[in-house]
Nanobody, 124 residues
Framework: QLQASGGGLVQAGGSLRLSCAASGRSFSTYQMGWFRQAPGQEREFVATIKSGTSTYYASSVKGRFTISRDNAKNTVYLQMSSLKPEDTAVYYC????????????????????WGQGTLVTVSS
């Protein structure tokens, strides 16, 4: 199970850190991702981190968002800075259990487990 938290209301230019706590003993082997869904739009990829520290970002957030993980705490984080109103969305964390996957998982179909989502609202 995945439990996302940390969402809230923030002004444009501000920062917010999302957390996603996972249960289970295989967390360290999973590739973890963050997706978001804005009102009336499809869910889109935000960032992913492999079991080590390799990361990949959507172009819209690169340089502003940082994904990280603490395997000892079974937690993945998304540090968001320089937030813009267009970052307003429900943010979801997800887990890809295929430890053998060499590529970055950017498609929703790559992820088997999803958190419940946490709402981020950026005011202008």
């Amino acid at each position: 199970q995945l439990q996302a938290s940390g969402g809230g209301l923030v002004q444009a230019g501000g920062s917010l850190r999302l957390s996603c706590a996972a249960s289970g003993r295989s967390f360290s082997t999973y590739q973890m991702g963050w997706f978001r869904q804005a009102p009336g739009q499809e869910r889109e990829f935000v960032a992913t981190i492999k079991s080590g520290t390799s990361t990949y970002y959507a172009s819209s957030v690169k340089g502003r968002f940082t994904i990280s993980r603490d395997n000892a705490k079974n937690t993945v984080y998304l540090q968001m800075s320089s937030l813009k109103p267009e970052d307003t969305a429900v943010y979801y964390c997800a887990a890809d259990p295929r430890w053998y996957r060499a590529s970055y998982s950017t498609a929703q179909s790559a992820y088997d487990y999803w958190g419940q989502g946490t709402l981020v609202t950026v005011s202008s």
